[in-house]
């Protein structure tokens, strides 16, 4: 009884523990998830750019700003729910709250301050309809993706992946304050690209994924038909990334860029799906993985230059 | 759940010192030993980092008032100065 008692207490005194107030800005800056974040930025940046209407500068900074200050608050209360599983992980156990540097509660209050602020500050200084489309971004990123499907279905990423494609249409709302077919396209190249782009990397991370009890479609479905998945999306993300060239939304050097990278693209997703064992395997989902974020900066970089510079 | 990082100390909470017995030796005061009432004692490290917190709040709220009325004057536009006195 005497034991009991004093487990139960040593258990108290270990919660009361946790130490609060031990940060530095550096690790709220990594509650963010900067890689993300520039991403975000970049996105974008390509849908203002885009935009029919022109849209001051300062103007447009705020616009960006809060955008990306929106999707860090996303990316804060996503490591805020997945803190245990982030422990498990080798490739997020170094994130703040796993490593004990900053406590749950602290990540929870600035997520939340940071969403409600972005959301509030882009209603008020630049329009309603980019400060509506971006707290329905956070709320799917939060809710739907990370809080609701992450842990219960395989298609998690393919659906979620809307939250990461809506950033362009949001900067589009911003800048014009409606929206039409051309931002959508950017949103639906985006989404098309998340799973082939998150699959690649589960299908070498299978393993954390597994012990973090992450349904990843390797998980699950395994390595075959995951390479499968893989090839269906990139066999329609392709088209899809050279059709803004097709309907006139973008110029010749989209098209080429386009077309090209979309062979590069497709011939690594050809060699994930042949190459099924061994080192060859993983070689091959690792070039995938880096090849689709460099596609997708040339698709994204392309339409920004051919927007900036007239003629190209 | 929460783990210090290597080489850091926690926050520690000032205890009274235990009176010393009657007629023993008065034992010597170890350096730095915060005073009964003083409460959370921080070290070194976490004024430092506390200090760091501070000092990009204030830069981040400096900012934002740089911001809103920059705005401001931009909303506002030329127009502004050409109204009826």
């Known amino acids: 009884m005497m034991s009991d008692v004093s487990v139960s207490l040593n258990k108290t005194a270990g919660a009361s523990d946790i130490a609060g107030g031990m940060a530095s800005p550096g690790d709220f800056l990594a509650l963010l998830k900067p890689r993300v974040m520039s991403l975000v930025i970049f996105t974008a940046l390509v849908g203002l750019v885009r935009a029919p209407d022109h849209v001051h500068p300062v103007i447009a900074f705020t616009a960006l700003l809060c955008i990306a200050v929106g999707a860090g608050a996303a990316g804060a209360l996503n490591m805020w729910w997945d803190a245990d599983i982030d422990a498990i992980m080798s490739r997020t156990s170094r994130r703040p709250i796993p490593a004990g540097r900053i406590t749950p509660g602290e990540c929870l209050a600035f997520g939340l301050t940071l969403a409600c602020f972005s959301v509030g500050v882009l209603g008020l200084l630049v329009n309603v309809l980019s400060a509506a489309l971006l707290a329905f971004t956070i709320f799917f990123y939060v809710v739907i993706y990370t809080i609701w499907l992450k842990r219960s279905t395989p298609q998690n990423i393919v659906i979620g992946g809307a939250s990461g494609a809506f950033p362009p249409m949001v900067a589009w709302a911003a800048a014009s304050g409606s929206l039409s077919l051309e931002p959508i396209l950017l949103v639906a190249i985006i989404f098309f690209w998340t799973p082939p782009h998150f699959w690649a990397l589960a299908l070498y991370r299978a393993d954390d994924y597994a012990r973090a009890g992450v349904p990843m479609l390797p998980v699950t479905a395994g390595g075959d038909e995951t390479r499968r998945q893989i090839l269906l999306y990139t066999l329609f993300l392709v088209p899809l990334a050279i059709s803004p060239a097709l309907i006139g939304y973008a110029g010749i050097a989209y098209a080429v860029v386009s077309t090209v990278t979309g062979a590069g693209m497709l011939w690594l997703a050809i060699n994930v799906y042949r190459k099924r064992t061994g080192d060859d395997a993983v070689r091959a989902a690792r070039k995938l993985f880096g090849f689709s974020i460099l596609y997708l900066f040339l698709l994204f970089a392309t339409l920004l230059v051919e927007a900036v510079i007239p003629g190209v | ?85």
Not at chain 2, 37 to 49: C, F, H, M, Y
């Open chain 2, 1 to 85: 759940m929460s783990v210090a990082k290597p080489g850091q100390k926690r926050a520690t909470v000032a205890k009274p010192k235990a009176a010393t017995a009657k007629g023993s030796k008065p034992q010597p005061t170890p350096a730095r030993q915060p005073a009964p009432d003083a409460g959370v004692v921080l070290t070194d490290e976490q004024k430092r980092r506390r200090r760091a917190r501070s000092l990009a709040i204030a830069g981040v709220l400096g900012f934002l008032v740089l911001l809103f009325y920059v705005v401001t004057i931009v909303k506002l536009g030329p127009n502004v100065l050409n109204r009826p006195l």
